[in-house]
C-alpha cells in the first residue's frame, strides 16, 4: 500500500474506532490510546493526525462526514430518481450519519462548529464539500436561490430537535416527516431526472 492510501486508511480506522469508542463509553472516558489500539496503531500515529480528541470529532464532523455523503450522493445520482426521491435520500443519509456517530459527537461538533464560525465565518461552508453537490441538485429544479438553505436548514434543525431531546426522538422518523412535507410542497409541474454531478 503506499503511503498517502496508509495515510487515507489510517485517518479512516481512527475515525472508526473513535465513533465506536464514543458511542460505547462516551467522549469523556475514552482516552486517545484506546482509540489508538483500537485502530490498531500507536498512539503517537494518533498525534500524527490529530491533535486532541476534540479534533478528531471536529475531523469526524468534516473529513468523514464529506466522504460518506459524497460517496452516498454518487450511489443515489446513478439509480436516475426524480429529483425528489433524490433529495429525501440525500437527507435522510445526512440524519444516518448522526444516528451513526452519536448524540454526544454530533452536539459536540455542533458546539466546536459553531464556536469555530464565529472566528472564521464562511469556513464552515467551505469544509463541506458535499454541499456543492446539494446544492447542484436544488438548483437544477428551483429558481428560489433559498432552496438549498430550507432544506439544510431542516436537516440542522432536526439534528438540534435530535441533540435537545437528548435522543429522545427518531431522528430518522422525524427528518424524513419534515423532508416529505417540504419536498411534496414545492411547487413542479415537471419530474426531472437529476444530472449526474461530478463529484
Known amino acids: 500500500m503506499k503511503r498517502a492510501q496508509q495515510k487515507i486508511q489510517t485517518r479512516k480506522n481512527l ?19 484506546d482509540i489508538a489500539k483500537k485502530a490498531d496503531v500507536s498512539t503517537g500515529t494518533f498525534y500524527v493526525h490529530f491533535k486532541s480528541k476534540e479534533e478528531i470529532i471536529s475531523a469526524i464532523y468534516y473529513e468523514d462526514f464529506n466522504n460518506y455523503m459524497c460517496n452516498k450522493i454518487q450511489e443515489v ?63 437544477s429544479f428551483s429558481n428560489n436561490n433559498l432552496a438549498y438553505q430550507e432544506f439544510e436548514s431542516i436537516i440542522r434543525g432536526v439534528m438540534l430537535t435530535w441533540c435537545f431531546s437528548n435522543g429522545k426522538i427518531d431522528v430518522i422518523k422525524l427528518g424524513n416527516s419534515l423532508l416529505e412535507k417540504y419536498i411534496n410542497k414545492i411547487n413542479d409541474n415537471e419530474q426531472r431526472i437529476v444530472q449526474k454531478p461530478n463529484i
Open 15 to 33: 475515525f472508526q474506532a473513535a465513533i465506536e469508542l464514543f458511542n460505547c463509553n462516551g467522549v469523556e472516558k475514552t482516552k486517545i490510546s
Open 77 to 139: 445520482i446513478q439509480l436516475n430518481l426524480d429529483w425528489k426521491k433524490t433529495l429525501l435520500k440525500i437527507g435522510i443519509f445526512e440524519l444516518d450519519f448522526a444516528k451513526k456517530v452519536g448524540l454526544e459527537v454530533t452536539t459536540i461538533a455542533f458546539v466546536a462548529n459553531l464556536q469555530a464560525n464565529m472566528s472564521t465565518p464562511g469556513n464552515h461552508s467551505k469544509k463541506r464539500i458535499f454541499s456543492n453537490e446539494i446544492k447542484k441538485i436544488t438548483d
